[in-house]
T-cell receptor
Framework: AQSVAQPEDQVNVAEGNPLTVKCTYS??????LFWYVQYPNRGLQFLLK??????LVKGSYGFEAEFNKSQTSFHLKKPSALVSDSALYFC???????????FGAGTRLFVKA | EAQVTQNPRYLITVTGKKLTVTCSQN?????MSWYRQDPGLGLRQIYY???????DKGDVPEGYKVSRKEKRNFPLILESPSPNQTSLYFC??????????????FGQGTRLTVV
């Protein structure tokens, strides 16, 4: 069965430190991979996506993600965290040629000043 | 401004009373979708629509109906709501459903409580 795993319910990091939010997936073929962020009382906002090519994808607000095909992972990273990055982050996967999108359970990021 | 608009934002209803949550997008997107968000489960897809008059079930379609009579609108219908449908609902749209132009734009969400 297709699935997306975000193994950490919460990630805590100090402001200015690098952050990583993990995502692994089990989807056939070479899927499209996405990261979204959700701020309180808001809908999800697109951060970045992987389609093909370079394994390091750059997105909005200084975020980037590293695709690793052998580990079927797509971890979200930022070199220097900000307090304003505190939010709920979702990894999502869509099979190429398919119409369904599968979301992970979400990881809450807490950045302490 | 490009946006996906859902209404209402908050709704409390009683078991069995039919309700509709509206969703409208102004970006001429072909693909629209409904999700429910529950703690610890993330977002689960309820129904999606590839274009006008074309819809299909997602992972949790039971108890829900949708229609796509116009490109911009994609209402979610609960014919006989039950307490297990208490959730946060999101509508989303994207340019199309299959190509790389598939990042989604989300509405603000509808918090539904069924008592």
């Amino acid at each position: 069965a297709q699935s997306v795993a975000q193994p950490e319910d919460q990630v805590n990091v100090a402001e200015g430190n690098p952050l990583t939010v993990k995502c692994t997936y089990s989807v056939s073929g070479n899927p499209y991979l996405f990261w979204y962020v959700q701020y309180p009382n808001r809908g999800l906002q697109f951060l970045l996506k992987y389609i093909t090519g370079d394994n390091l994808v750059k997105g909005s607000y200084g975020f980037e993600a590293e695709f690793n095909k052998s580990q079927t992972s797509f971890h979200l990273k930022k070199p220097s965290a900000l307090v304003s990055d505190s939010a709920l982050y979702f990894c999502a996967v869509r099979e190429r040629g398919g119409f369904k999108t599968i979301f992970g359970a979400g990881t809450r990021l807490f950045v302490k000043a | 401004e490009a946006q996906v608009t859902q209404n209402p934002r908050y709704l409390i209803t009683v078991t069995g009373k039919k309700l509709t949550v509206t969703c409208s997008q102004n970006m001429n997107h072909e693909y629209m979708s409904w999700y429910r968000q529950d703690p610890g489960l993330g977002l689960r897809q309820i129904y999606y629509s590839m274009n006008v008059e074309v819809t299909d079930k997602g992972d949790v379609p039971e108890g829900y109906k949708v229609s796509r009579k116009e490109k911009r609108n994609f209402p979610l219908i609960l014919e006989s709501p039950s307490p297990n449908q208490t959730s946060l609902y999101f509508c989303a749209s994207s340019l199309d459903g299959r190509t790389a132009n598939t990042e989604a734009f989300f509405g603000q969400g509808t918090r539904l409580t069924v008592v």
